[in-house]
């Protein structure tokens, strides 16, 4: 801040407090010229700032307010109980409805890898739908049944494999 900046600055608090330009002036008359004009101006403006608000003014913006005020109550007051649901319920409908293209798309997959052999892509989501079906399965009778059908599926895929194998010997030595 310049040395004219804190003298100005000086200069206006003064006049806040009370004092008469010419006060002000006299304390530094080497900047009368400068200082004169911009003091006359503030205290023009600081005088020119007041003004009051009629009061019809006040008392007519008041009730504009009030009656917005009221009228968005009524409003509010006025939705359904659906709409205060809404957003759960949407919550609620959008979650039940990934789970249901989860749900299908999983079905589908494991359909899909349902016939595959080991060495296929989709064989590790075959053995992992087998792992949890033994997993959930409680009964130990059922548990049982399953697990042996699961081996007879293991020697079925082995023998495919071998077959296979052998007939792609044959066609490499023919």
């Known amino acids: 801040m310049s040395k004219m900046d804190q003298i100005l600055e000086t200069c206006l608090q003064a006049i806040e407090r009370g004092d008469a330009i010419e006060t002000v002036l006299f304390r530094y008359s080497e900047f009368a010229d400068e200082l004169r004009p911009i003091l006359e101006a503030a205290v023009s403006a600081k005088n020119k700032a007041m003004f009051t608000v009629p009061p019809e003014i006040v008392r007519r913006n008041r009730a504009k307010l009030l009656q917005h005020a009221a009228e968005m109550r009524e409003s509010h ?10 957003v ?6 959008v979650t039940l409805t990934v789970l249901a293209v989860v749900f299908a798309s999983g079905t589908g997959l494991v359909r899909a890898a349902s016939m595959t052999l080991p060495g296929d892509n989709l064989y590790p989501v075959k053995r992992t739908w087998e792992d949890v ?20 599926e293991r020697l079925e895929e082995m023998q495919e494999l ?6 792609r010997l044959w066609i490499f030595l023919d």
């Open 88 to 93: 759960p319920l949407r919550r609620i409908v």
């Open 133 to 152: 079906l033994i997993l959930i399965t409680f009964n130990s009778q059922k548990r049982e049944f399953l697990e042996l059908e699961q081996e007879n």
């Open 77 to 86: 007051r006025k939705r359904s109980p659906l709409a205060i649901w809404s």
């Open 162 to 167: 071998f077959e296979e194998d052998v007939l």
